[in-house]
């Protein structure tokens, strides 16, 4: 008597581990995503959406539960913006472009606002909100005479050789994004995130200009004609307003991953 109702506990037990799918699921995802980047500053200060990159990554989520997980992301993306898109005429008589690479890395905690559950009927999607934070490599750069020239090394504000700002920087990041079930063991995920950036050097644009005759003695000819690019008659004279510092400079990723879960549903333990 006492054998049978241990088997039928036991039953009973696996039964509503199979039912409930997961009270306390926990498991880990990974795969790649594909979308479009997107750059925000000086050069698209109406923030401009048409202007978008190519981005791919690879990311890695932990589901702590249904609610709760963590997301870690290393994603590739191309981002540019040039003043001749502006409609201010400051903006386009400046006459500033650049292009860049970004490599980054995200770290984020995501909280699920609906129950989601691996292989449920029910609990299969949900819209969801992500917050951290990114470290990221760029290397902004330019065309000038067919030929490709990075600005960094220039100093094209007037930076002193070895002031220049860094190739890594970091930044706060937050958006959000909604994933579904197509079986148990895969998921689509469609999510959008912006990065909030600790420097306004993405663009190689951010405060006054040197002055043609600073720049010409430190850094050269090429250096002095990518600092100012402004249409005849030009407007960079030492000290004018170049960019806004105040603002710092942003970048988005939309995309779309397709994600491999693996982990187990994890049942009550049985009391002796």
Known sequence: MIKKSKHFLVSVIILFCFQQVSQAQKGYE???????SNYFGELNANYRLLDVGPALGFAGRYNFG????TKGSLNYGYIYGSDSNNNNN??????????SH?????????????????????????????????????????????QNHFLRPLGTEGQAPGNEYSFVNAGIVYGGGFKWDINYYWSVNIEFTMRRLFTDYLDDV?????????????????????????????????????????????YSFFGVSFMR????????????
């Not at 909280?111 to 902004?140: C, D, K, M, R």
């Not at 994890?266 to 009391?271: A, H, M, Q, Y």
């Open 66 to 69: 249904k609610r709760i997980c």
């Open 30 to 36: 990974l795969g790649p995503w594909l979308g479009v």
């Open 102 to 146: 970004l490599a980054d890395l995200t770290v984020t905690g995501e909280f699920n606002f609906l129950p989601y559950t691996h292989g449920s009927q029910l609990e299969y999607f949900t819209p969801y909100i992500a917050a951290g934070v990114n470290v990221f490599y760029h290397a902004p750069f330019t065309e000038l005479d067919g």
């Open 206 to 250: 951010s405060q006054n200009y040197p002055g043609q005759a600073q720049i010409l003695a430190d850094r050269g000819v090429i250096a002095a004609q990518l600092s100012d690019r402004s249409i005849a008659p030009q407007i960079g004279e030492a000290g004018r307003q170049r960019g806004d510092a105040t603002r710092k400079d942003q």
């Open 261 to 272: 879960y693996f982990g187990e549903v994890e049942c009550p333990k049985i009391v002796k």
């Open 90 to 99: 400051f903006e386009r008589r400046r006459n500033l472009d650049f292009k």
